[in-house]
C-alpha cells in the first residue's frame, strides 16, 4: 500500500476521486455500497470532506474530468472504478459504457476490462447482475415492430 501512496500524486488521487464519483453517479442516483467505495478511497489516500464533496459534484456534473499519465494511478483509476461499478452489486449499462470508454482512453481493449471486472467478481464471490446490451435493443425492436403493426 505504501508503494501505491508514492506512486500517485495528492492531484492523482483527486483525479482518481473524481472520475469515480463520475462513475458512481452515471444512473443518478448513488447507492449506500457506492457511498462505501468512496468514502474508503477518501480516507485511504487522505481527502477532506470539503474536498470529497467538491469533486464529487465536479464528477457528478462531468466537470474537469482528466486522466493523469503516471502508470500508478491509472491502475488505481482502473481497479477502483471497476470497485465502484460493482459495489452494488448490478454492473449497469452506463457504468459498461463508462468502463469500456476509460478503458478506450488508456488503449486497453474491451476483452481486458471485461477479464478485470471477471476477475475481480471471482475473487470476491459475488452475485453480479449484469444489465445486456441486446436485452435493451430487443425490447427496442419489439417497440418498433409493435408501432408498425398500430400504423
Request: glycine fraction near 8%; include cysteine; charge should be negative.
Given at each position: ?13 483527486r483525479?482518481?476521486?473524481?472520475m469515480?464519483c ?22 485511504r ?15 457528478k ?38 468502463l469500456l ?27 453480479l ?19 408498425e403493426e398500430?400504423?
Open positions: 500500500m505504501a508503494k501505491d501512496k508514492a506512486a500517485v500524486s495528492k492531484h492523482g488521487y483525479r482518481v476521486y473524481r469515480l463520475f462513475l458512481a453517479w452515471c444512473d443518478e442516483e448513488l447507492a449506500p455500497e457506492e457511498r462505501a467505495v468512496l468514502e474508503g478511497f477518501r480516507t489516500f487522505g481527502l477532506t470532506d470539503l474536498e470529497a464533496a467538491m469533486l464529487e459534484a465536479e464528477g456534473q462531468r466537470i474537469a474530468l482528466q486522466l493523469g499519465q503516471r502508470d500508478a494511478e491509472l491502475r488505481l483509476l482502473v481497479d477502483s472504478m471497476i470497485d465502484v461499478a460493482l459495489a452494488d452489486g448490478v454492473l449497469a449499462l452506463d457504468e459498461q459504457a463508462r470508454k476509460l478503458g478506450k482512453a488508456l488503449g486497453l481493449p474491451d476483452g481486458e476490462i471485461v477479464r478485470l471486472v471477471s476477475r475481480q467478481v471471482k475473487k470476491r464471490g459475488i452475485g447482475e449484469i444489465e445486456d446490451w441486446s436485452d435493451e435493443e430487443d425490447e427496442e425492436d419489439e417497440e418498433d415492430e409493435e408501432d398500430d400504423a
